[in-house]
């Protein structure tokens, strides 16, 4: 309560203290308001820096601005009303940036900071992402930005630049960019190994069990846990005494070289000591030849004989043994039984000791100096002076040739080692503790560390450009250094030796370099039928092709000039360049194929024959002959390609007798005048008449002089009271066009009668055929002639007429489409004929000569083209100017290429494009390699080092030796090292732990190799070493048990077998299998790229160990062969084109169509269908725009009948009565009607009356003649307008009478008797080709359409007529896209095998598009690559064995020791799972010594093993599997990583704390692979079960499954469930066994498990049908049906785990309630009296049929009644 009113009372305290603050506040901002400044309303303004300008480049130019004044709310007004000291600069000064700057200045990129989350970069996005809800589980991880610092600076210095020069060339690079903050990773480690063995056999001892690092912890996950868990056993009790103590060894110590020896005085020479005989020796010896000539050597012989004399000197104290001193006196005092008195008499015997061991060297030295020295004396002695002089000046010549010296200076020094013993605690005791018979040995002989030594880098080189090159690519030039010193003894490894660097020729001397650039042959011929698809018909006969094709062109690359242009054209032969390789040509190589247009041959089209001329002389100013003929022509209406030469004949004749050349012509008759000048009755017409010629044209008058004048023609002008009889109607048209022996041709008229005679008064009517006349026409014979004329020829030259030129070269060619050339004139000749129509050729007189066709005509010639090659491009270069390994033939080839085809006659092209030659013979590859020479003298570690060792002997034991070694060529040439070191193998071993023998000692050499068997599992092979030097001597060493010098074996009985390994390749055509064109050019469809093939499989051989081997052993070529089929594509098939369909209007324009239907449709990567419609049909159409010739089809009608009186009076014959006609549609002709079609065919609107009703004059009166054409209406149609038609009077009145009116009117009603018309433009039609053409160039089309007023087509002369325009395009040109198949290059060559061995390897070949389908073109295949297996070849390889256990030196018991392993031969199938098998070495000897590409060869090193009781860290382990930082199984890009570990063992539990750390590193790896981690749960057993975590590899790990998801593993219930038959259920909670029922308390915990009764229901198949059984009665007895319970045995368990009664017990009691109900009423009414005798026996039925269904039902009731 304090604390509440404390707050109350704090919080009411502010409030008074905020009273005041607020008032401050306000007061001082109302004191703000009062005198508030005024905001200015005039501001100055500026606008951007525009450019740096100046005259020079750098700091000296200058930019301006705008600035102006503006007002407040934004208007620019007078600079006087802004402040003028407030006005900004509007010039500065700048850089002016220039293009030389761009080497000068460079953006300078800062690295990228760490990835910030995106939510942290702002304090917002920081407090969002507080409240936010953060995810339960990390899935990818977190977006993020880095930045980064981005400045421009001074390339030179990397001075700061201003960021405007840079931005000048190159935009600013971007400052941010986004990352990924990945989720954390935990570390991964494997389950727990089996426990190890009791680390003691007896006593107490630890278990150990480890695990491994599969995955680091990374992004800040959780650190590895111990990978070490560790439990004490206990074997037994221990009988006797525990060794406590262990010798331990020590590493070695520093390589150390001895001191000088001091020098020694003057001996006499009576008391010189004599050189050792292996010393003299060994110096005086001459070096071999080969050695002389090496030119290397080691340069230790003075430094061995510097330690020599150091053994010489007088024996010095050892660091050793004052450590030993130091020991023995530390131990002393440790000691626990020792005192004073003790450890002085261990001082005084130590003193002793060595004063005795320095006595007896001391006089063992003298010794054997006074030996050595008597030797020498006598070896000087026996020697001859020539031969020391001899010696002395080869010993000379080499220490000068010697290089080796120079590189690696050998220094053999000595190493110690400390022998210690060590307490099992780990503590060190006194040796004595560890006393053996013998020591370890503590010292050995040492090569002195020698780092790398290098030279200053020399000068640059040259540099490798020496031009300048256009495109901006830089040449290179090179510096060096030399070695001076070779590291020696695991020193610093040497630097590199060369650098490299980008470089320009500099100096105004250096030229520009050359260019190459792509050049092109000239296009070849345009091709047609590569377009053709397969069901074309035209592919048999190609003639005449046209339309569009492909044509090609072949792109070669030359060397040119600068001032060349890129792509260069077709070139004369003088200048046509050589062919050079393609790859000096940069960029993109010019197309090779294109489309091309050839043009389609324009077909000649003639009108229709004219009518035939009257009969005519030949020439009309030659009339001598009385020949004749008729003749009829018709004209070119499309002018055809080639001239009119091509056309059908234009004119044929008919010869006829008595011809002229001119006639008259009667134009019209004039009115009939009666004769006498009587009103009426007979008279005369008078003809007018023109004079004409044979072509119908009018002429002078005297040209018919010779003509018959046409007479005048008798008439009658009808009396009243005569017959009136109409004019007669014009000629029929003639009904045959000449006549024969059975044909004639016939004409007719007709007139009809217009009005009766007047009885007996008047002129009678003729009878009926008397009114209708014929008459013959074309009675001239059918013999028809013409002149037929051939082809023109060939056009040969007109020796007549002198050339211009000989020929032509480079003219670009008719196949890029250009005009050719004319060089001379030539003549055509052509045959020309007088043919006879359906019979033949006839004598020349039959035809008219003077309408001849021409037989010659001038032409020109085309100039010869000759062929042009281009010349020999170089020959390509042979693959290597050396070889290594066996020898292999190469050929060289060269080719030069055509530029242009030969063409009319010019000269032909060479046959042989290309030439090709065997290389010369490769020299040997100037190789390095390493020389060793001969091992130099074994070193011995000096003797005032080894001399404490007890048994050791001054001239035997371990040492050191070296060798020179030398680099040469391979033909043995002396070179400098750094050859070697560049290209040669590992420099071998220049030195070699020794033994020098000692007296006992037997030496033997190596054993040689195992000799060669002849023949498999026949005889035997051995292999032999020797006895050396004194050994051969020695009794013990030749003992052949102990020393064998040979061995035997059997030779190996080997079995081969052979088995097909891996799959089939891909089926491959037999090579030569294409057709190809003119240039290389592809038939597009004849391609033989399907058929019958061959599919290949690898043999694999194996021996009887299942070890792979050479093919040839089981005598098989390598592959299994065997045929297959690619399939042929089909492309696809349409129809032919249908029949053109009928016009769609029979007057006017209209369309026609013809379609092609879907006959196949393609498969196997044929060419594919058009568009499908809704009915899967392909359908193509060609839709026509047509034209109906509006008088095609006309209406011809008969004369009128005679009138038939309807009242006739039978004196006059006149009155009302009907005339009748039949009217026919007929096509029309030239000639006229000619044939009857269907009447639909004419326009209805136009049909004549086929009747009419009109009275017929009576005699006396008036007869007109019919009534003429109605005039034209004036336009525009009106009513106000009006047309007329007119008749004439042909029998005047008689008596009183009058002629009717002979005009009639109506007025002019639109759409009725006047319309109007216009032109109406069709739709374009689809692009129409030639019949010869696929695709290109083609025309559509659309016509013109007269239209009425009322929407009627007319013809089109109504609107001519008008003389409407016309100003639509009536054609255009249009394009069919090609359907160009895809063209693919040739297989390349065969690559080079996948793998050098193993069954995985494979050959691969590949092809290009070179040119992608085009429309309905052929697609390209899917298969551009094809493989088949490489011959199988065992792999061999270098591998190292396992190491050998650690072992330290005889004597001790732990320490730094060695392991050892060997390298041998093995073979493998180079797969993953053949692990390999070891065979012989022999198998390897052509393999480089290298393990893994390593060719570093280690088979020893140093090892530690643990002493007892010691705690170290194991073995590293193997490296886990490269893993993927992964999500969700896919990899987000952060690399791979691999990881290793290292345990920790412990064998005492009492040195646990003096454990090392584990350790664990993890390195970067490639083709890494993602893991998923889930946990997985076993099934529960009680309340528990096992959880684990496993990676989706199917292996158990511990870590890496998220800890939030990690399954319940016990489910065991709080309290425990106690109670008997209780157990804790899957909730948690307790409950009861099958077959008991939970009692819970009040508090709802389980009170006790009660025994339920249990009913058995029978089912199917129970035998015990019927049978009620209570468990309870026995519920110990075990039940048979308790295995299949859950399918035949129901429990009823009333109370819940709760104790409380389950729902349906009371639904059971709700049932058995009205179930008791039901049985009452239903017995009740079965045993009432019924009323009625009908009904009872009803009722009798329901009381059966109600009992027996009751009667399960009371057995359940009395089920229930039990419980």
């Known amino acids: ?172 690079p971007r400052l941010e960019q986004a990352c990924l903050i990945p989720c954390p990773r935990d570390c991964v480690v494997s389950l727990f190994s089996d426990w190890t063995d009791c680390s003691k056999t007896c006593g107490t001892g630890l278990q150990n069990r480890v695990r491994t690092i599969l995955a680091p912890p990374l992004f800040g996950g959780s650190a590895c846990p111990n990978l070490t868990e560790f439990r004490t056993c206990q074997p037994g009790p221990c009988e006797g005494e525990e060794s406590l103590y262990s010798l331990k060894v020590g590493p070695w110590g520093v390589c150390s070289i001895p001191p000088p020896p001091p020098i020694p005085e003057p001996v006499p020479e009576s008391e ?290 600068n001032d060349t242009p890129a792509i260069l054209g077709p070139i004369k032969s003088k200048d046509a360049s050589r062919p050079v390789d393609s790859a000096l040509c940069l960029g993109s190589a010019p197309n090779t194929t294109q489309l091309c247009q050839l043009p389609c041959p324009v077909e000649c089209q003639v009108s229709a024959w004219s009518a035939w001329g009257p009969c005519t002389y030949e020439i009309c100013s030659d009339q001598t002959t009385k020949k004749g003929f008729k003749l009829r022509k018709r004209r070119i209406v499309n002018e055809p390609t080639g001239g009119t030469g091509n056309c059908p004949h234009l004119t044929e004749a008919i010869p006829c007798d008595e011809p002229s050349c001119y006639d008259w012509l009667v134009l019209r008759l004039e009115p009939c005048v009666p004769d006498n000048d009587r009103p009426c009755g007979p008279g005369t017409q008078i003809p007018q008449v023109k004079c004409v010629n044979s072509d119908g044209e009018f002429v002078d008058s005297q040209l018919c ?22 004019p007669w109607t014009m000629w029929s048209p003639c009904s045959h066009t000449c006549s024969g022996k059975n044909t004639e041709g016939r004409q007719m008229r007709a007139r009809s009668i217009l009005a009766y005679n007047a009885g007996e008064g008047g002129v009678q009517c003729p009878n009926s055929s008397a009114l209708q006349e014929t008459r013959s026409c074309n009675e001239h014979p059918c013999t028809v002639y013409h002149w037929q004329t051939g082809a023109w020829g060939q056009c040969i030259e007109d020796t007549s007429v002198p050339p211009t030129n000989g020929s032509l070269i480079g003219s670009g060619g008719s196949g890029a489409g250009g005009l050719e050339a004319s060089c001379a004139v030539g003549m055509q000749t052509r045959k020309v004929i007088c043919v006879r129509v359906n019979v033949g050729q006839v004598p020349p007189k039959k035809c008219p000569e003077s309408i001849r066709p021409e037989t010659v005509r001038p032409c020109l010639l085309p100039c010869k083209r000759d062929c042009v090659v281009t010349p020999y491009s170089d020959w390509t270069p042979c693959p290597a100017t050396c070889q290594t390994g066996k020898k292999q033939k190469f050929k060289q080839s060269r080719k030069r290429i055509i530029i242009q085809l030969p063409a009319n006659g010019g000269q032909d092209c060479p046959e042989v494009l290309t030439q090709e030659k065997d290389c010369e013979a490769p020299s040997t590859c100037p190789g390095y390699r390493w020389k060793t020479h001969k091992w130099r003298r074994c070193q011995l570690v000096p003797w005032s080092v080894r001399q404490e060792t007890p048994g050791a002997l001054e001239t035997c034991g371990p040492g050191l030796q070296a060798r020179a070694v030398s680099c040469r060529k391979q033909d043995g040439g002396l070179v400098d090292a750094e050859l070697c070191l560049k290209s040669a193998s590992p420099m071998p071993a220049l030195t070699q732990s020794c033994q020098l023998p000692c007296q006992d000692d037997c030496q033997l050499t190596h054993w040689s190799k195992f000799s060669t068997c002849q023949a498999d599992c026949v005889g035997v092979r051995t292999r032999k070493r020797a006895l050396v030097g004194k050994s051969k001597k020695r009794e013990q060493c030749k003992n052949t048990q102990q020393f064998p010098l040979s061995e035997t074996q059997y030779c190996p009985c080997n079995k081969y077998s052979a088995q097909p390994v891996g799959n089939w390749s891909d089926c491959i055509l037999p090579e030569g299998g294409r057709l190809e064109g003119q240039l290389g050019m592809r038939v597009q469809g004849d391609i033989k790229e399907c058929g019958q093939g061959y599919r290949y499989q690898a043999m694999a051989c194996y021996d009887q160990d299942s070890r792979l081997v050479e093919t040839a052993r089981c005598n098989s070529h390598g592959y299994i062969e065997e045929a297959c089929i690619i399939p042929c594509p089909s492309d696809c098939k349409l129809s032919e084109w249908s029949n053109w369909s009928r016009c769609s209007k029979s007057c006017g324009s209209g369309v026609k169509v013809r379609s092609k239907w879907l006959r196949e449709k393609p498969y196997n990567g044929g060419r594919p269908c058009p568009k499908l419609d809704h009915m899967n049909q392909a359908q193509v159409y060609e839709v026509v725009p047509c034209l109906s010739d509006c008088g095609q089809y006309v209406w011809v009608a008969e004369p009128w009948s005679v009138w038939k009186v309807s009242s006739v009076d039978l004196k006059e014959n006149c009155g009302e009565g009907v005339q009748t006609r039949k009217v026919r549609c007929m096509l029309n002709t030239i000639d006229g009607p000619s044939d009857p079609v269907e009447d639909y065919l004419c326009d ?64 002019c009603n639109l759409n009725s008797n006047c319309f109007t018309y216009s032109y109406n433009i069709t739709d374009w039609s689809t692009c129409q080709l030639s019949e010869r053409a696929v695709c290109g160039s083609g025309i559509k089309t659309r016509m013109l359409d007269c239209v009425r007023s009322d929407g009627k087509s007319v013809d089109l002369k109504f609107c001519e007529e008008l003389g409407l325009e016309k100003r639509w395009q009536m054609n255009l040109s249009c394009v069919v896209e090609c359907p160009v198949n895809c063209q693919l290059s040739d297989w390349s060559p065969w690559s080079e095998c996948t793998h050098s061995c193993g069954l995985a390897g494979k050959l691969w070949r590949r092809r290009w598009v070179i040119q992608v389908s085009q429309g309905d073109g052929r697609p390209c295949p899917p298969q551009l690559e094809q493989w088949k297996p490489c011959p199988v070849k065992p792999c061999h390889s270098w591998r190292y064995g396992a190491w050998s256990p650690c072992s330290t030196v005889p004597g001790a018991r732990c320490g730094d020791g060695e392991r050892f392993r060997s390298v041998s031969c093995f073979v493998s199938d180079g797969s993953s799972k053949d692990t390999g098998s070891m065979v012989e070495e022999e198998l390897c000897e052509d393999l480089e010594l290298a393990v893994d590409g390593d060719k570093n060869i280690i088979l020893q090193e140093t090892c530690a093993v643990p002493c007892p009781g010691e705690c170290y860290l194991m073995d590293w382990t193997s490296w886990s599997p490269c893993q993927l930082s992964c999500a969700r199984g896919v990899d987000i890009g952060l690399g791979a990583v691999q990881v290793r570990s290292r345990a920790v063992l412990a064998q005492e539990p009492e040195n646990l704390l003096q454990c090392p750390d584990q350790d664990w590193e993890a390195r970067p790896c490639t083709e890494g692979q993602c893991y998923e981690y889930k946990w997985m ?132 009691a709700a049932g058995a309630f009205v179930l008791m109900v039901f049985i009452v009423s239903m017995t009740y009414l079965a045993c009432k009296k019924p009323k009625k005798p009908q009904r009872h026996h009803h009722h009798h039925y329901n009381h059966h049929h109600v009992n027996n269904r009751l009667k399960p039902l009371t057995l359940a009731y009395d089920g229930d009644a039990d419980m």
């Open 1 to 172: 309560m304090g604390r509440t009113t404390g707050g109350g009372l704090g919080s009411l305290g502010s409030l008074f203290w905020s009273i005041p603050l607020l008032l401050c506040v306000w007061t001082s901002g109302t004191g703000a308001q009062t005198p508030a400044p005024t905001k200015p309303i005039y501001l100055w303004q500026t606008g951007q820096w525009g450019r740096c300008m100046g005259s020079e480049c750098g700091p000296g130019g200058s930019q301006s601005r705008a600035v102006w004044c503006a007002h407040a709310e934004g208007w620019t007004t007078l600079h006087t009303n802004c402040p003028d000291g407030e006005r900004p600069d509007n010039r500065q000064s700048c850089f002016r940036v220039c293009d030389w700057h761009k080497e000068l200045y460079d953006w300078q990129l800062g690295a990228w900071n760490q990835c910030v989350p995106v939510s942290q970069r702002g304090m917002a996005g920081a407090a969002d992402k507080a409240g936010a809800p953060k995810p339960d589980a990390c899935q990818r991880g977190e977006e993020g930005i880095q930045t980064r610092e981005v400045q421009c600076v001074q390339t030179a210095d990397g001075a700061p630049a201003e960021d405007a020069i840079c931005e000048y060339f190159e935009p600013k």
């Open 272 to 561: 010189t000591v004599p050189v050792p005989e292996s010393e003299s020796e060994s110096e005086s010896e001459p070096e071999t030849e080969s050695e002389l000539e090496s030119g290397a050597a080691v340069a230790s012989s003075r430094r061995a004989r510097h330690t020599q004399a150091a053994d010489m000197t007088e024996p010095q104290t050892t660091d050793q043994e004052e450590e030993d001193d130091d020991d023995e006196d530390e131990d002393g005092d440790a000691s626990p039984a020792g005192g004073k008195g003790a450890r002085k008499r261990d001082r005084k015997e130590r003193k002793n000791r060595r004063e005795n061991r320095k006595k007896e060297r001391k006089e063992n030295r003298l010794k054997e100096r006074k030996e050595r020295r008597a030797r020498k004396k006598e070896r000087k002695q026996r020697e001859e002076p020539e031969t020391r002089e001899l010696i002395t000046r080869r010993r000379m010549r080499n220490r000068q040739n010697r290089q080796g010296a120079k590189l690696w200076d050998l220094q053999v020094g000595y190493q110690l080692r400390e022998v210690m013993c060590v307490h099992k605690s780990g503590s060190t005791a006194a040796l004595s503790h560890c006393q053996r018979e013998t020591l370890p040995v503590t010292y050995q002989a040492c090569v002195m560390r020698r780092d790398c030594e290098v030279s200053e880098w020399g000068e640059w080189g040259v540099c490798s450009k020496n031009c300048n090159d256009p495109n901006g690519s830089k040449g290179q030039r090179l510096r060096s250094r030399r070695l001076t010193q070779l590291p020696v003894a695991g020193g610093e490894e040497c630097p590199l030796l060369e650098e490299t660097e980008e470089c320009t020729p500099q100096g105004d001397a250096v030229q520009s370099c050359i260019m190459y650039n792509w050049k092109v042959t000239e296009w070849s011929e345009c091709r047609v039928d590569m377009l053709l698809s397969q069901q074309d018909r035209r592919r048999g006969n190609q003639t005449g092709l046209c339309g569009g094709g492909i044509q090609n062109r072949e792109v070669y690359c030359v060397q040119t000039s």
């Open 705 to 726: 002089r010779d003509a018959i004048l046409p007479m005048p023609s008798l008439c009658d002008v009808p009396c009243p009271k005569d017959c009136v009889l109409s």
């Open 1244 to 1307: 209805p609107e136009d049909m004549p009356l086929g009747a009419r009703e009109s009275r017929l004059p009576c005699p006396e009166d008036c007869v007109l003649s019919d009534w003429g054409a109605w005039s034209k209406c004036p336009l525009p149609c009106s009513n106000s307008t009006t047309r007329e038609r007119t008749a004439t009077p042909i029998r005047q009145p008689g008596g009183a009478k009058q002629c009717p009116s002979t005009t009639e009117k109506e007025p």
């Open 1577 to 1708: 749960a076993s099934a529960w057993r009680g309340s528990s079960r096992q959880v684990w975590c496993q990676r989706s590899d199917g292996l158990n790990v511990t870590g890496g499954c998220p800890s939030t998801s990690e399954p319940v593993s016990d489910r065991s219930c709080v309290p425990a469930c106690d109670k008997p038959r209780s157990v804790c259920t899957e909730a948690g909670i307790c409950g009861c066994e099958d077959g008991y029922t939970e009692v819970m308390t009040s508090d709802g915990l389980l009170d006790q498990c009660t025994l339920i009764p249990v009913l058995e229901i029978p089912t199917a198949g129970d035998s015990k049908a019927d049978v009620k059984t209570i468990r309870a009665l026995s519920p110990t007895l075990p039940t048979s049906n308790k295995p299949a319970r859950a399918g035949r045995t129901w429990f009823l368990q009333p109370f819940g785990p709760d104790g409380k009664l389950k729902t349906w017990v009371y639904g059971v």
